[in-house]
């Protein structure tokens, strides 16, 4: 979903920055040319992009077409360059816009539309523009609060469950959050916050937990890898606070990623702290190779696709044909019901309620 929000590799991947990859051979070896002749889609992408190499070898197989792709920072970081260099863009295809985005995405008017093949095994309640069809649904996720389970168990203190829980007194000076200014998750954090309490009802929630003592910091892998206790990364870096707003998927990261691999994940979720999140992809207007980016969005909602992404970005695919993988379920969590906004609710607000935040929290 969106950002730095995901643990891939133990965020070592993402630690590399910016980079450009190609889903099959060098970019010397990619076949030349522009416009609609050309063989090669660029898809454009936040850093938390990963994939099985073999699964885009079999687009290119089925159309052609090689996808280079070229991951431009955090999600929030990658939409902002599509909006400066919107009618000129980078590349064919951008992925990472979701919910809590959208309407700026729209509002610069930087997709063109197209309703993708095989939409219709996708839940209309994530089409987030069904109408237009200026983008097009491959994955969700849920904004949660995660905990790290040996320190509540060494202190015999249950962890918390609900938003109602993180301003209880038990829990001071335990939870860090994301800079909603700057982090997706952050951001989804707040919003969910809004959705539970009211439009104006969270600021009076922001008072509690900062009274509380949260503790902000300005991105995904500085809360979850360097200040929270029970990641791998919380480990080397001696994080003190064993609550972090991270996602549902989290545990079974920690799982994948450990050697040898525990039979139950280090991490918990707090599943009533949850926002949902909807990432999307779309046609950027004025892409030089506007049908590999067509083909390329019907193979991002294609099984193939969509089975691949549960371990590579650990986030739930939209297809209702799509099987999730053993260990995905076995250590994560499915929140029955998160809370959620209406991405035209989140647009009227969003600016404002940030704005808001920032002076409540951060001064």
């Known amino acids: ?17 910016i980079t450009t990859l190609a889903a099959c051979g060098g970019e010397s070896e990619q076949p030349k040319g522009k416009g609609s002749g050309s063989k090669t889609v660029t898809l454009v992408s936040h850093d938390s992009f990963n994939y099985t190499p073999a699964v885009l070898k079999e687009f290119t197989r089925q159309t052609g077409y090689t996808v280079k792709v070229l991951k431009s920072g955090d999600a929030v970081e990658a939409l902002n360059k599509e909006i400066l260099t919107k009618g000129s863009p980078q590349g064919d295809v951008f992925f990472g816009v979701d919910n809590t985005t959208l309407s700026r995405a729209l509002d610069n008017d930087l997709f063109t539309p197209y309703e993708a093949k095989g939409l219709d095994r996708v839940p209309a309640a ?37 938003l109602d829980d993180l301003a209880k007194p038990a829990y001071k000076d335990l939870l860090v959050v994301e800079n909603a200014e700057r982090s997706s998750p952050g951001l989804g954090f707040l919003l969910g916050t809004a ?25 995904w892998e500085l809360a979850y890898n360097q200040e929270f206790s029970g990641s791998a990364g919380g480990k080397e870096a001696k994080g003190d606070r064993p609550l972090v707003v991270s996602y549902a998927s989290s545990p079974p990261v920690e799982v994948l990623y450990a050697k040898p691999q525990p039979k139950e994940a280090p991490t918990g979720v707090s599943t009533g702290t949850c926002f949902r ?4 992809a779309g046609l950027l207007k004025g892409a030089k190779n506007e049908a590999g980016g067509k083909a390329l969005l019907d193979f991002l909602i294609s099984k193939k696709f969509q089975e691949d992404m549960p371990l590579n970005m650990f986030v739930n695919p939209v297809a209702n044909d799509a099987a999730l993988p053993p260990l995905f ?18 647009a009227a607000n969003r600016d404002q309620w940030i704005q808001s935040w920032s002076s409540l929290v951060l001064k």
Request: net charge positive.
């Open 277 to 280: 999140q909807t990432e999307a």
């Open 195 to 219: 959705a539970a309490y009211g439009d104006t009802g969270w600021q009076d929630y922001w008072k509690k937990l900062k009274a509380n003592g949260v503790k902000v910091v300005d991105s």
């Open 329 to 346: 379920t076995q250590h994560g969590v499915v929140i029955a019901k998160p809370q959620t906004m209406a991405p035209e609710k989140i």
């Open 1 to 17: 979903m969106s950002t730095t929000k995901r643990i891939t590799a133990t965020a070592v991947a993402a630690a590399l920055g």
């Open 126 to 162: 994530v089409q987030l523009d069904k109408d237009k069809h200026r983008v097009t649904p491959i994955d969700t996720g849920d904004i949660c609060v995660n905990y790290d389970k040996k320190y509540f168990a060494d202190k015999k203190l249950a962890p918390p469950q609900t």
